[in-house]
């Protein structure tokens, strides 16, 4: 999944690694980096 959101932040011009720095504990199932990842996956084209 991680290659995923790299790749749809990448589309976007925003740098992965620059988040992953700033947000250390990205609180993933708490509402953190992880539904923001949901968010832009289930708005991708082609993802059913």
Do not use: H, W
């Amino acid at each position: 999944m991680k290659y995923t959101v790299k790749e749809v932040l990448q589309e976007m011009n925003i740098d992965f690694d620059m988040i992953e720095d700033e947000e250390p504990d990205a609180g993933l199932g708490n509402g953190g980096l992880g539904r923001l990842a949901a968010c832009f996956l289930k708005g991708r084209p082609g993802i059913s």
